[in-house]
């Protein structure tokens, strides 16, 4: 099945730096990753995705970009505010076979701490 | 109200009680799951329904066990549950199509305490 790494594991910036979160996957049959944050107590959102078809894909001050060939991805955050800290999440989805359900599996998590 | 909720928020149960966490989403979607997440572990796929139907079991004891009586709720039982099933259970919902993956939206979840 597929494995997802996520490094590193906590992440501590200034606010106006950037950030950069990276994920490995095994699975060549992924095409679909989406990064998630969870803040303190609450659920988690997705915030930016990317498809197996594209390389980079950017919204604001998030961008990811996706090395299908090296099966990595990575989550760029640039200008941190505090309102940045979170638990950031990766995640792959193969939906091989046939099936119309995306099944994903996550990343371990990294804690991103913007400090003022 | 509108997206994925979850009830009850928190459970405290013994290890020889019964439970049972609800999930609704209000989003028309056609696939649920239920996820656990436990401290400084990533988020675990525990199961999935598309369209009512039972698509994986991710290898879960069978003290937990679900129930998808329709498209729009989704039921987790818990029984002869063990202190380490302790944890976050969160619920999520997503519209997937034609073999590709869409955005699953998550609920609150529910603080489960085993004792």
């Known amino acids: 099945g597929e494995n997802v790494e996520q490094h590193p594991s906590t992440l501590s910036v200034q606010e106006g730096d950037s950030a950069v979160i990276k994920c490995t996957y095994s699975?060549?049959?992924?095409?679909?990753f989406p990064w998630y944050k969870q803040e303190l107590g609450k659920r988690p959102q997705l915030i930016i995705d990317?498809?197996?078809?594209?390389g980079e894909k950017k919204d604001q001050r998030i961008a990811v970009t996706l090395n299908k060939t090296a099966k990595h991805f990575s989550l760029h955050i640039t200008e941190t505010q505090p309102e940045d800290s979170a638990v950031y999440f990766c995640?792959?989805?193969?939906?091989?076979?046939?099936?119309?359900?995306?099944?994903?599996?996550f990343g371990q998590g990294t804690i991103l701490t913007v400090h003022p | 109200e509108t997206g994925v909720t979850q009830t009850p928020r928190h459970l405290v149960m013994g290890m020889t009680n019964k439970k049972s966490l609800k999930c609704e989403q209000h989003?028309?979607?056609?696939?649920m799951y239920w996820y656990k997440q436990s401290a400084k572990k990533p988020l675990e796929l525990m199961f999935v329904?598309?369209?009512?139907?039972?698509?994986e079991n991710n290898s879960v004891p069978s003290r937990f066990s679900p129930e998808c009586p329709n498209s729009s709720h989704l039921f987790l039982h818990l029984h002869t549950l063990q202190p380490e099933d302790s944890a976050l259970y969160l619920c999520?919902?997503?519209?997937?199509?034609?073999?590709?993956?869409?955005?699953?939206?998550f609920g609150p979840g529910t603080r489960l305490t085993v004792t």
């Open positions: 699975d060549s049959a992924s095409n679909y």
């Open positions: 999520a919902s997503s519209q997937d199509q034609g073999g590709s993956s869409y955005e699953q939206y």
């Open positions: 990317i498809r197996s078809n594209v």
């Open positions: 995640a792959a989805s193969s939906s091989a076979g046939g099936t119309s359900y995306g099944k994903l599996t």
């Open positions: 329904y598309n369209f009512k139907e039972q698509t």
């Open positions: 989003l028309g979607h056609n696939a």
